[in-house]
């Protein structure tokens, strides 16, 4: 099946700081990628789309800019937590489409603000 | 927010049981797609119905779908210990690739 993949798998950082997220798409093309977050033992939330060589698309309530998505490529999106606050601790999770109907998830993200 | 709600919340039973869930929806769906989600881990691609399927068979597991009761059901049969995780159904609706995600069930097999 495809591989998705996340960088860094764990993250802790400092309260002010920013944090950047790499989703990649191994060995498909992804026009879209999507943005999850999930708080323990609860469900994944979208977030955003990000569609390639476009801005992307937030979903209600979410600040686009706190949460800065960029998908440069085909195969490469990133989402920027800016000035994160303890509160944005979670488990941030990406998706990528590649021509089917099937999304394809990458292993996630643990970001641990302090 | 929230389209799908999953039930039992949480399930145990004996390893080579069979392990039913449930999923029911509010809107009209093209898709419906079941995943498994291993603690603190990424979501593994089950199976995939379309809303024109009533049925879907992928080696121990079988998923039904009714479109008139905006229900789904993922059954698991001769369950394993390696099956305890985290299941989750997302939906999608025509055009739209978006995943709404159900809340999930925490299926624990004691072996």
């Known amino acids: 099946g495809a591989v998705v993949s996340q960088h860094p798998s764990r993250v802790i950082c400092k309260s002010g700081t920013s944090v950047k997220i790499e989703c990649r798409s191994l060995?498909?093309?992804?026009?879209?990628m999507f943005w999850y977050r999930q708080f323990p033992k609860q469900s994944l939330m979208l977030m955003a789309t990000?569609?390639?060589?476009?801005?992307?698309?937030?979903e209600q309530g979410v600040e686009k800019d706190k949460f800065l998505i960029n998908h440069a490529s085909l195969t490469l999106s990133t989402l920027t937590v800016t000035s994160a606050h303890p509160e944005d601790s979670s488990f941030y999770i990406c998706?990528?489409?590649?021509?089917?109907?099937?999304?394809?998830f990458g292993p996630g993200t643990r970001l641990t603000v302090l | 927010s929230q389209q799908g709600e999953e039930d039992p919340q949480a399930l145990s039973i004996q390893e080579g049981e069979n392990a039913t869930m449930n999923c029911s929806y509010k809107?009209?769906?093209?898709?419906l797609q079941w995943y498994r989600q291993n603690s603190g881990r990424g979501l593994v691609h089950l199976i995939l119905?379309?809303?024109?399927?009533r049925e879907k068979h992928s080696g121990r597991l079988r998923v039904t779908l009714d479109t008139s009761k905006k229900s789904s059901s993922l059954l698991i049969t001769a369950s394993r210990a390696a099956d305890t995780a985290s299941y989750f159904c997302?939906?999608?609706?025509?055009?739209?690739?978006?995943?709404?995600f159900g809340t999930g069930t925490r299926l624990t097999i004691i072996p």
């Open positions: 119905i379309r809303s024109n399927e």
């Open positions: 809107t009209s769906i093209n898709n």
């Open positions: 060995d498909f093309q992804a026009t879209t």
């Open positions: 990000s569609n390639e060589g476009s801005k992307a698309t937030y």
């Open positions: 997302a939906t999608d609706g025509f055009g739209n690739e978006k995943l709404t």
């Open positions: 998706s990528a489409v590649g021509g089917t109907d099937t999304q394809y």
